[in-house]
Structure formats: structure tokens, C-alpha cells
């Protein structure tokens, strides 16, 4: 069993497109009450379950009769999605009810969980919903978001989710049952059975497509949904839907073991996935960073974005990305400051500065 309830008091689980909805867009209702069958054994034993549920656009593009499985145009996904999570959460209440469950409902968008109210607000509602022992069932807001303000999988949203519920596990079912070395298409692919480490060596072994085409997530997402989560945690599993009750049986599976658990503040700031804007640093800072100091001036060598005092910024050192924090400046006077000692900058500037460009207590390490 994936993620026992002894030792998981609370879990996250993604399901799919292609596992809830069949090819003419119809429930695949059968293996929907084996989930909420698995669902029940488990919230009997103790653990609290969310669900990140895929399918509203399948759903609601079957109903409208829109072609391309409602994805011809973003209008149309947004029709589909509108109509579809109606019928979306009408099932999963209804299969969960017949297990003596409550469902209910949330619909967020990729700003709710990357403010930091909005994510506060959002994780009261869970954690409430939970102690009292309902199921939520939880999917982005595809009737409202666009390409640039969306999520865009359900992989890393049931990340996110796991992280704002404070959950331990969190579980991608897909149409695959785990990360392989190369595509599994390929002869002499090797299934991963444990990623203790999410290096770029792992992240090569990602193949981009969705096996179903109905689903928006491939291999891909899913390493970033494991960072996201391993980061907040919380170990996470991919595993194959395409079997009956999933969640109880014992089959193949990967596992991506979890790190020391950060402060929650710092955890939001590393699961985040938009920042507005970016400071550059060399190899000097980048290794004073590692080893839990300040982001100076003196170590920043450029900016790029716009942002004021409070913005979350990502800091770039000479190999990517080392970190994500709030910036104690904006970048006008970021930029000014780039390579200057401490106290150069109350002349710089023209009043006592800030210590840091960023502040240890306000920047998680990626």
C-alpha cells in the first residue's frame, strides 16, 4: 500500500484525465468506486485524504459536443471546464457518498497558492475540511485561468495542495507506473523504483508526452510536482491508475523520498513556480547562499525584471537557479547596488540601507 495510514496521516491524490474519463468522454465509474472504496479504507483508519481531480474539460467538451476533447481553442476550454465541474464534482460526491464520505469542493488558480494571503486562506479551508473528515476535491480554475496565470498540469497543483495541507504523501496516478530511465516506449528501459535525490541526471530521464493525449502533464511535470513536494516534506509516489483499486494494491511504483521539512514560510517560497524578477550572483555568493548566509550586494551581478521591496525574486547563481526569496529592494535600486560594498550604499542611495538584497530568514535554497 502506497503511503500506509500509520505512517501518513494525511495524503494527496492526483488523479488523471485518461484514468477518470474513457475516450467518448464518458465517467469510468466502476474504477471510480474502486478509488473511493480505497478512499474510505483509509480515512476509516485514520488518514485524512485530498484529491486533485483532472477530467472537467473532458467532461464538459462530451456534453457541448466540442471537438478536440475541448482543447481547439482556450474558449472552448473554458466552456468545457465551466460545464464539466459541475458533472466533475456531482460524481465524485455521489461515489463517495455511497461510502459514507462528504465531498466538497475547491477551485484555485496558480495566484491563489503563489499569494502569500491567498495560500494561507487556502490552507485554513484544507486543513478544516480535513479534521472534520471530508474528502476535498480539489482542480484548477480552468473556466477563469489563461496560459499565463494557470498551472497548466494537476501534477505540480497536487504539490502545491500537499504543501498547503501539510501533508506527508502525496500520489500521482497516471497512465504510467513510474519514472523510467528513458522513454518506456524504448527497449531496455528501466523503471526507477526510489529517487532519493532529484538531480539532473534524474530530470534527463523525463519524457515530455502524455501517453493519452487527454491529459496536460507528462514525465516532465511530474519531476517538478517531486520537487515541490520532496522540498515542502513529503515523499511522493508515481503509480499507475490503469489498474483496479490503485491505491490498495501492491504494484509498481516510484518513490521520491522526501527532504528535511522547511519552515512553512520557506516552503511556500520554494514550491512557488513564478517569481517577478531574477538577481544574478557569482560563484562566491552563490556558495555563501549554500551555506545559510544573506544575499549582499557585493556577490549580485545583475537583475532582470521588475519588482518591488516585498516581491519574490529568484537568485541565479552561475550553474541556474540556487534559490527564491523576497527582495528587501527594488530592482531600480537593486541594480544600483550591484558589487558595492555595505557601506557604500547609504551614498548610493541616499538613505541608511537594508543589510541584504535578500534576508536569510526570507529565502529558501532550490
Same mark, same amino acid.
Given at each position: 500500500m502506497l503511503f500506509p495510514p500509520e505512517n501518513c496521516p494525511r495524503i494527496v491524490v492526483k488523479i488523471?484525465?485518461?484514468?477518470?474519463?474513457?475516450?467518448?468522454?464518458?465517467?469510468?465509474?466502476?474504477w471510480l468506486e474502486g478509488i473511493a472504496a480505497d478512499i474510505a479504507e483509509r480515512v476509516?483508519?485514520?488518514?485524512?485524504?485530498?484529491?486533485?481531480?483532472?477530467?472537467?474539460?473532458?467532461?464538459?467538451?462530451?456534453?457541448?459536443?466540442?471537438?478536440?476533447?475541448?482543447?481547439a481553442?482556450?474558449?472552448?476550454?473554458q466552456a468545457a471546464a465551466a460545464t464539466g465541474q459541475i458533472a466533475l464534482g456531482h460524481t465524485w460526491a455521489e461515489v463517495l457518498a455511497a461510502r459514507g464520505l462528504t465531498a466538497a469542493q475547491i477551485l484555485v488558480t496558480l495566484d491563489d497558492l503563489e499569494d502569500r494571503r491567498r495560500y494561507l486562506n487556502?490552507?485554513?479551508?484544507?486543513?478544516?475540511?480535513?479534521?472534520?473528515? +471530508?474528502?476535498?476535491?480539489?482542480?484548477?480554475?480552468?473556466? +477563469?485561468?489563461?496560459?499565463e496565470i494557470r498551472f497548466g498540469d494537476n501534477d505540480r497543483l497536487a504539490a502545491r495542495v500537499a504543501q498547503a495541507a501539510g501533508a506527508q504523501g502525496v500520489v500521482l496516478l497516471s497512465d504510467i507506473d513510474g519514472l523510467y530511465d528513458?522513454?518506456?516506449?524504448?527497449?531496455?528501459?528501466l523503471h526507477i523504483a526510489r529517487v532519493e535525490r532529484i538531480d539532473a541526471g534524474v530530470a534527463a530521464m523525463a519524457d515530455t508526452g502524455s501517453a493519452s493525449g487527454m491529459g496536460s502533464g507528462g514525465m516532465v511535470s511530474k519531476i517538478q510536482a517531486a520537487r515541490i513536494a520532496t522540498g515542502a516534506g513529503a515523499a511522493l509516489a508515481i503509480a499507475s491508475g490503469r489498474i483496479d483499486r490503485p491505491l490498495s494494491a501492491e504494484a509498481r511504483h516510484t518513490i521520491f523520498t522526501p527532504e528535511k521539512r522547511k519552515r512553512a514560510r520557506k516552503a511556500w517560497l520554494a514550491g512557488r513556480l513564478t517569481a517577478k524578477g531574477a538577481i544574478e550572483v557569482d560563484a562566491g555568493a552563490a556558495q555563501a547562499l549554500a551555506a545559510g548566509r544573506s544575499l549582499l550586494?557585493?556577490?549580485?551581478?545583475?537583475?532582470?525584471?521588475?519588482f518591488a521591496r516585498?516581491?519574490?525574486?529568484?537568485?541565479?547563481g552561475p550553474d541556474g537557479a540556487i534559490a527564491r526569496g523576497l527582495a528587501e529592494y527594488d530592482a531600480a535600486e537593486a541594480q544600483s547596488l550591484l558589487g558595492r560594498r555595505?557601506?557604500?550604499?547609504?551614498?548610493?542611495?541616499?538613505?541608511?540601507?537594508?543589510?541584504?538584497?535578500?534576508?536569510?530568514?526570507?529565502m529558501a535554497l532550490l
Open positions: 488523471g484525465s485518461a484514468l477518470l474519463v474513457d475516450a467518448a468522454g464518458g465517467v469510468r465509474r466502476a476509516a483508519a485514520g488518514q485524512q485524504v485530498a484529491v486533485v481531480s483532472s477530467g472537467a474539460i473532458a467532461l464538459g467538451a462530451r456534453r457541448l459536443n466540442l471537438p478536440k476533447g475541448g482543447r481553442s482556450l474558449e472552448d476550454a487556502a490552507a485554513a479551508t484544507l486543513g478544516r475540511l480535513l479534521q472534520l473528515g +471530508v474528502v476535498p476535491i480539489i482542480n484548477e480554475n480552468d473556466s +477563469v485561468a489563461t496560459a528513458r522513454n518506456p516506449a524504448l527497449p531496455g528501459a550586494a557585493a556577490g549580485a551581478t545583475g537583475v532582470t525584471g521588475r516585498g516581491d519574490v525574486v529568484t537568485i541565479e555595505s557601506e557604500e550604499h547609504e551614498a548610493i542611495l541616499g538613505y541608511a540601507p537594508r543589510a541584504a538584497l535578500v534576508h536569510r530568514n526570507h
